[in-house]
């Protein structure tokens, strides 16, 4: 199976590192997640935007992992932000851990996350 970038010559190119639309021709498997948050396994949150969001990413990966998916399966990426931080740090976490690949991805910033230490959350979905 094989998820493929649509990104119309009649509209306007992406803003950044990723696909105006996935295309998904017969999945077998989907992973929808949660917001995953920036704490890590042993429980602590990292101060920094950029340590919060490599902590993200840390755990999507496990959690693709763990359903025997790879980061290219991504087809969709949320992703909420706290209002004035540094965009910067939370998209280059996104495109390393993607490592050139590109899905279809949505930036939200908003006032306030669940907890205060946070600064960024990201939901995914993945096909294969």
Do not use: C, K
């Amino acid at each position: 199976m094989t998820n493929r970038g649509i990104n119309p010559s009649a509209i306007a190119a992406p803003a950044a590192n990723y696909a105006h639309a996935m295309l998904v021709e017969q999945p077998s498997r989907w992973l929808h997640t949660s917001g995953v948050v920036p704490t890590a396994a042993d429980g602590t949150t990292p101060p920094d935007v950029g340590g919060q969001a490599r902590v993200v990413w840390v755990n999507i990966a496990a959690m693709l992992t763990d359903a025997d998916m790879r980061p290219d399966d991504i087809v969709s990426v949320t992703t909420y932000a706290v209002s004035g931080i540094d965009l910067g740090p939370v998209m280059s976490a996104r495109d390393e851990f993607l490592d050139g690949h590109l899905a279809a991805s949505t930036l939200v910033t908003v006032p306030e996350l669940a907890q205060p230490q946070w600064l960024v959350e990201v939901a995914i979905v993945a096909a294969d």
